[in-house]
C-alpha cells in the first residue's frame, strides 16, 4: 500500500525556519514534490526534485526554501527559511510513482506575529 505521511508544520513568526518532512511507504519513487494551497487560492507548486537530484522551485520561494530527499529513508524535505506571512499554507507532498500520483495529507504552516 502507497502511503505518504508528512510532518513538521506549524506556528512561526516571520523571519523564521521550518523543516517539513514526508515519508513514503508502498515503492520507489521517481519524483518528489510540495505543492501548497491557502484558503480560497489556487494550489500552487512550490518545489520538487526528481531521484536524480534535480530540483525546480517557484519564483516566489526561490532562494529561500531547499528541497532535499534521502532516498535509504524514502523521504523527502522541504526546509524553509525566511518565511513570510504569505507562505501560510496547507502543504502537500506528493510522489510519482510510474505513471500515477500519490499525496499525502498535508500539514499546515501558519506564519504569524
Known amino acids: 500500500q502507497v502511503q505518504l505521511v508528512e510532518s513538521g508544520g506549524g506556528l512561526v513568526q516571520p523571519g523564521g525556519s521550518l523543516r517539513l518532512s514526508c515519508t513514503a511507504s508502498g515503492g520507489v519513487f521517481s519524483i518528489y514534490g510540495w505543492y501548497r494551497q491557502a484558503p480560497g487560492q489556487q494550489r500552487e507548486l512550490v518545489a520538487t526534485i526528481t531521484n536524480g537530484g534535480t530540483t525546480r522551485y517557484a519564483d516566489s520561494v526561490k532562494g529561500r526554501f531547499t528541497i532535499s530527499r534521502d532516498n535509504g529513508k524514502n523521504t523527502v524535505y522541504l526546509q524553509m527559511n525566511s518565511l513570510k506571512p504569505e507562505d501560510t499554507s496547507v502543504y502537500y507532498c506528493?510522489?510519482?510513482?510510474?505513471?500515477?500520483?500519490?499525496w499525502g495529507q498535508g500539514t499546515q504552516v501558519t506564519v504569524s506575529s
Open positions: 506528493y510522489g510519482k510513482k510510474v505513471v500515477t500520483t500519490y
